[in-house]
């Protein structure tokens, strides 16, 4: 029983000495805590996407980018999961998409009842809403983005870029028009 207790007592200090973070990819490089802030009009542009591409090709293996909150700032992440971005240079993509009609009902889980699967379907026909890019054309792909960030492994890459004035483009692909000829009958009702 003594030598049960100590094992364990040894596998658990073991452990806490390795650390339980998950293992990250091979061939992964450094990477450095970095935010991003988004400002447009002025103002910092919540909810909005912000993507890294390397000017290093060999760093383009691993996507980085992240959300901005409410004041503006994205906490950068490589793979959406492991905190910091390699250090080098980026250029910087942006999108944001706001609707306007009906609310966009959420996807039913995968565990959804066919009652939960069919109130979904009928919102989605049945529903009406626009979609609108707002933020300039150029900003959102890395073949026309003017802007770029330097990640440094010796320095804090608290960053920031300004992406001018807001625009509304619609996204005709991302609107709905109400197909199904009814009135929109939102999810959680019978119709």
């Keep these: 029983m003594k ?5 364990s007592v040894g596998c658990v200090a073991a452990l806490l000495v390795s650390g339980c973070s998950e293992q ?10 970095a935010t991003l802030t988004v400002v447009q009009d002025g103002q910092p542009l919540p909810e909005a996407t912000v993507s890294l591409f390397a000017e290093d090709a060999s ?17 950068l992440m490589t793979y959406s999961k492991y905190p910091g971005v390699p250090a080098g ?21 995968a565990n959804a009842t ?19 890019q707002v933020v300039a054309k ?5 073949g026309t983005t003017p802007l770029t960030v330097t990640v440094s492994a010796d320095a804090d890459n608290d960053l920031s870029v ?12 991302a609107s709905a028009t ?3 000829g009814g009135d929109y009958v939102p999810m959680g009702t019978d119709s």
């Design 3 to 7: 030598n049960w207790y100590v094992m």
């Design 24 to 33: 990250r990819p091979e061939g992964m490089p450094e990477l450095y805590p």
């Design 59 to 75: 760093l383009n293996r691993w996507p980085a980018g992240g959300v901005t909150d409410e004041s503006g700032v994205a906490t």
């Design 89 to 109: 240079t980026f250029k910087v993509m942006v999108n944001k998409t706001v609707t306007e009609g009906d609310p966009i009902p959420e996807p039913p889980a």
């Design 114 to 132: 066919m009652e939960e699967r069919a109130a979904y379907d009928r919102a989605i026909k049945t529903g009406s809403f626009e979609a609108f």
């Design 138 to 142: 150029e900003f959102r792909t890395a």
């Design 162 to 173: 300004d992406i001018g004035a807001a625009v509304k483009e619609k996204d005709v692909q």
């Design 178 to 180: 109400g197909g199904g």
